[in-house]
């Protein structure tokens, strides 16, 4: 069982930068799928970005040109470079990946809290 483990959330002003990173206790060559949802309260959870093992990234179409998806396999990592917050960006981010082979599944981290202040 892999676990997920997300780092680099708080608070930033408008216009300021975030880094999250996701840690994977395990390998993360096993995920088709691995990036970040979030969800901001009274609202569902929603796709930012993801990382594929054969594509290039999908970004939601809110966040395409300032946030950046990456990953480091060697680190069993998975980074989320967030540049020009706004607070519409205020959410918890959770690292998600997902496992389509024999015995895997989706794997959920615990969240990051992003608040950007205006």
């Known amino acids: 069982q892999v676990q997920l483990e997300e780092s680099g959330g708080g608070l930033v002003q408008a216009g300021g930068s975030l880094r999250l990173s996701c840690a994977a206790s395990?390998?993360?060559?096993?995920?088709?799928?691995m990036g970040w949802y979030r969800q901001a309260p009274g609202k569902q959870r929603e796709m930012v970005a993801l990382t594929t093992n054969s594509d290039g990234p999908n970004y939601a179409d809110s966040v395409k040109g300032r946030f950046a998806i990456s990953r480091d396999n060697a680190k069993n990592t998975v980074y989320l470079q967030m540049d020009s917050l706004k607070p519409d960006d205020t959410a918890v981010y959770y690292c998600?990946?997902?496992?389509?082979?024999?015995?895997?599944?989706?794997?959920w981290g615990q969240g990051t809290q992003v608040t950007v202040s205006s």
């Open positions: 998600y990946g997902k496992d389509y082979g024999v015995g895997g599944g989706s794997y």
């Open positions: 395990g390998s993360i060559n096993r995920f088709n799928y």
